[in-house]
């Protein structure tokens, strides 16, 4: 949550932030600001609201001169969305300029203190402490690397920090604790970075900063300092993956976009760890004894990553017989759940930052149990500290809503089944062959869900169903989980009130919302099932809702005899069906946003990495 660049270099610094910003934007949008030294003094633009209103007002940077600066977009925790809320923040006596991804959690404490010895404060923020009490040694020492010290060693909570101090031009200070941050090596100018796509246009090397490090740097040099603050050598990564990758390329969002990239990206997470027909984890230590003593297995994430682990407790179960609790972060970290040696938890989190996932992954570990992390976010705090982990290499994902971070994850569960399975001699080879069969052609049938006909057939549902106020989602077994995360889509990115249900508890409660006009979504792809699922159909039907049926091709003319409005999928292996089974979901939420005219990519009130609990 919020993004952080800064540019130090011989170039004008705005169009450069301004540039960044645009890539970060994701992390938060209640606001945007930038802060460059120009003609010697700290020149502030910030602005309510959307990038571009800062972008119009700055007339994209060309209005601020100056070869450095900070500049900062915003998911408001202190404080509204607002002006003068917006980062950067200046100090008092307008000698330092802060700008904050994190929260501290003493900002109070602090501001009082600061507050007696004579600072005063405009804004609610806690960040606007920090610029104080950066200034405040600073006006005690006339050091700024030494003032800057002083001032983290008093800051509870977490922070990525990018800083300037006036009285030193050409010299800028960047400092990390438990929000991300990278610093980027240019020619002749350097860069930080809250994520990589900020400043991929410039350099692809960069450090990935651990927890505690300072970085002073100037556009020629650059020293790092650990949570010790002695020196340390930081060996930079040459990213591999192209600008593109987080650009829009010609989709009308990044949302369609990422949803058209699942089968590369389904494919890049599978065919590499299948060698001669089997699955290789070289990622992971799992071994065949520690396995066998297994007792329980945890999957702990939120959002959407917790609905595939709700997919993976029907999966692993099946395959594996070990028993699998998939439990929300912000419910584990406090539950004092039943851990120790012999339990794997799974954590699953795309940006790898998520803050109570990664409480919940500190909890696990001090309670011995393994852990195993499936990220997509390289070198995030997540990957770094788990076990073991299992990139799911799904390139950048820039939309709020996730989809093929999604189907990234579930591809990684399937492999984990698979090696589980076979090490423990839960599976039968015929089976394992069967299944590994059809994951190698999971791709290509996902590429099925995504032809132009299907997406005409969606786009037709949703502009039959685009205004009703409730939705339901109703399926069984790994449809339930299924459900779970089409809801959450439709929600999300089209403010549309939407629960989903296990098909069978309908009778036991919800049933009762069910009016004339309530749209039911009805996934019913488990053969053994099928039947089950229809009878609750019929229910819900007898009392006048509208019907969209998700299935496969096989059952397409039986649930035709029930529901007139029906997306099929191709089939597949029942374990990896869930992967083919999200795609229309995907695709009906996000022609549901649009005809809503909802900001598809940056719905309200979210933000791309939850880092706050
Ligand atoms: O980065 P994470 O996977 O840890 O994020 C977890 C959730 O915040 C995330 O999946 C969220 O629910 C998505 N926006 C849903 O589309």
């Given at each position: 949550m919020c993004g952080i660049v800064g540019y130090l270099g011989s170039r004008q610094a705005s169009p450069i932030l301004l540039d960044g910003l645009s890539k970060l934007e994701y992390r938060g949008y209640d606001s945007a600001g930038v802060c460059v030294m120009s003609d010697g003094v700290l020149k502030v633009a910030k602005a309510k609201g959307r990038l571009a209103n800062l972008f119009g007002m700055i007339d994209g940077g060309k209005a601020i001169t100056g070869t450095y600066g900070i500049g900062h977009t915003r998911w408001a925790t202190h404080g509204a969305p607002s002006d003068i809320n917006s980062h950067p923040h200046i100090a008092d006596a307008g000698r330092i300029a802060v700008v904050h991804n994190g929260i501290i959690e003493n900002y109070i404490k602090l501001k009082e203190e600061l507050i007696l010895k004579g600072k005063h404060f405009h804004s609610e923020t806690d960040t606007e402490v920090v610029a104080n009490l950066i200034e405040y040694y600073y006006d005690r020492f006339q050091d700024f690397p030494r003032a800057v010290r002083r001032a983290v060693a008093q800051l509870e909570g977490s922070y990525a920090l990018g800083i300037l101090c006036q009285d030193l031009p050409g010299t800028m200070?960047?400092?990390?604790?438990?929000?991300?941050?990278?610093?980027?090596?240019?020619?002749?100018?350097?860069?930080?970075?809250?994520?990589?796509?900020?400043?991929?246009?410039?350099?692809?090397?960069?450090?990935?900063?651990?927890?505690?490090?300072?970085?002073?740097?100037?556009?020629?040099?650059?020293?790092?300092?650990?949570?010790?603050?002695?020196?340390?050598?930081?060996?930079?990564?040459?990213?591999?993956?192209?600008?593109?990758?987080?650009?829009?390329?010609?989709?009308?969002?990044?949302?369609?976009?990422?949803?058209?990239?699942?089968?590369?990206?389904?494919?890049?997470?599978?065919?590499?760890?299948?060698?001669?027909?089997?699955?290789?984890?070289?990622?992971?230590?799992?071994?065949?004894?520690?396995?066998?003593?297994?007792?329980?297995?945890?999957?702990?994430?939120?959002?959407?990553?917790?609905?595939?682990?709700?997919?993976?407790?029907?999966?692993?179960?099946?395959a594996c017989r070990i028993p699998v609790e998939p439990i929300l972060a912000s419910e584990f970290r406090y539950a004092e759940p039943v851990m120790g040696k012999d339990t794997l938890v799974l954590i699953i989190s795309q940006s790898g930052e998520t803050a109570d996932t990664k409480a919940a992954l500190e909890e696990a570990k001090r309670h011995g149990a393994r852990t195993l992390a499936i990220v997509n976010v390289v070198g995030s705090a997540i990957a770094k500290e788990a076990d073991d982990v299992i990139y799911t290499w799904a390139g950048p994902e820039i939309a709020v809503a996730t989809t093929k971070a999604f189907s990234t994850q579930l591809s990684v569960i399937y492999l984990i089944t698979l090696h589980i399975a076979e090490m423990i001699g839960t599976i039968k080879e015929e089976e394992y062959q069967a299944i590994i069969c059809e994951l190698l052609k999971l791709d290509q049938k996902i590429s099925l869900c995504l032809t132009p006909e299907i997406t005409a057939k969606i786009r037709y549902y949703a502009e039959q169903y685009f205004k009703v106020h409730d939705a339901f989602f109703i399926g069984r077994n790994v449809d339930c989980g299924i459900c779970m995360e089409g809801s959450l889509k439709l929600k999300e990115i089209a403010y549309i009130h939407s629960e989903a249900y296990a098909a069978g508890e309908l009778k036991h409660g919800p049933i009762s919302l069910i009016e004339e006009g309530t749209l039911v979504v009805a996934v019913a792809t488990v053969d053994s099932l099928f039947e089950k699922t229809m009878s609750n159909v019929k229910e819900v039907r007898a009392r006048g809702a509208e019907v969209l049926g998700i299935t496969t091709e096989n059952f397409e003319t039986e649930i035709k005899k029930t529901i007139p409005s029906v997306v099929s999928v191709p089939k597949t292996h029942p374990m990896l069906q869930p992967s083919l089974t999200i795609v229309p979901l995907q695709l009906f939420a996000y022609h549901v946003s649009l005809l809503r005219d909802c900001d598809v990519d940056k719905p309200r009130n979210l933000a791309k990495s939850v880092t706050v609990e």
């Open positions: 200070i960047a400092v990390k604790k438990e929000s991300p941050l990278i610093f980027g090596f240019g020619e002749g100018e350097n860069f930080i970075a809250s994520d990589v796509p900020a400043i991929l246009k410039y350099t692809r090397k960069v450090v990935y900063l651990n927890d505690g490090d300072t970085v002073i740097f100037t556009k020629d040099s650059v020293r790092f300092y650990d949570a010790f603050n002695d020196p340390v050598e930081r060996v930079p990564e040459m990213i591999d993956w192209d600008i593109s990758a987080a650009e829009k390329c010609g989709y009308d969002h990044f949302m369609i976009k990422e949803i058209h990239e699942q089968p590369k990206a389904v494919k890049g997470t599978i065919s590499p760890r299948i060698r001669d027909g089997r699955v290789v984890l070289d990622d992971v230590n799992l071994t065949r004894e520690y396995l066998e003593n297994l007792k329980k297995i945890y999957i702990v994430a939120c959002g959407s990553s917790y609905y595939v682990g709700c997919l993976g407790k029907y999966i692993l179960e099946k």
